[in-house]
């Protein structure tokens, strides 16, 4: 077992279990006993740090949300630079914390959040989905777009690029994210060059 941890720690430590075993295994591993067994501590020591399962969802939640809007929102004048940066931020993302992204596109988490929690992952959707079309629409406004595109299929694109993303991830298949994650800026390149006039 590991060394005694102050219960900040011991709540990320929880935190980042908990999204690994919903995201790789799903809800039906989601156990106390499983989460103590990832932690490193006895079940016994894992109620010390946190009431119940509710909690440990909740302090998932607030992780996933610390974790997505890190050092947000990307800033630069250009509006589709911005949206690049964003991209390419959730494509890195994947890498770092494969569990976070996959939890924030399937419904695992949703499912055992609580009316509360559904709300909060709700508006962190809101939030991204909001980013993506403010800078689209600033990009329209500028006349920066391509002339036949239209902001509806620039959105799927974007999302539709990251999903596919988290899928390969999931799916485990290793050489194209290899591939993505060294070329992750050659990812919104691409787009760039679809949407950009």
């Not at 006895?42 to 998932?60: C, D, M, P, T, Y």
């Not at 055992?112 to 980013?131: D, H, L, N, T, Y």
């Not at 406004?141 to 799927?156: A, E, F, G, N, R």
């Amino acid at each position: 077992m590991h060394e005694k941890q102050p219960t900040e720690v011991r709540k990320k430590q929880i935190a980042r279990a908990a999204q690994e075993i919903i995201a790789q295994q799903g809800l039906g591993k989601f156990t106390t006993s499983a989460i103590a067994r990832a932690v490193g501590i006895s079940e016994g020591a894992l109620f010390r740090h946190v009431k119940n399962k509710e909690e440990i969802i909740q302090l998932v939640i607030d992780e996933l949300e610390d974790t997505l809007f890190r050092d947000w929102p990307p800033q630069h004048p250009d509006p589709l630079k911005r949206l690049g940066m964003f991209v390419e931020s959730r494509i890195k993302l994947l890498a770092e914390a494969p569990a976070t992204m996959q939890l924030f596109f399937s419904d695992q988490l949703m499912q055992a959040a609580g009316p509360g929690g559904v709300e909060r992952i709700r508006e962190m959707e809101r939030r991204s989905m909001e980013f993506v079309m403010s800078c689209i629409s600033e990009a329209e406004q500028k006349d920066m777009l391509k002339k036949d595109i239209h902001i509806p299929h620039v959105l799927l694109m974007i999302f539709g690029s990251i999903m596919a993303a988290v899928s390969l991830q999931h799916h485990q298949n290793q050489a194209m994210m290899k591939a993505i994650q060294q070329e992750r800026q050659g990812l919104w390149q691409t787009l760039e060059t679809l949407i950009r006039r």
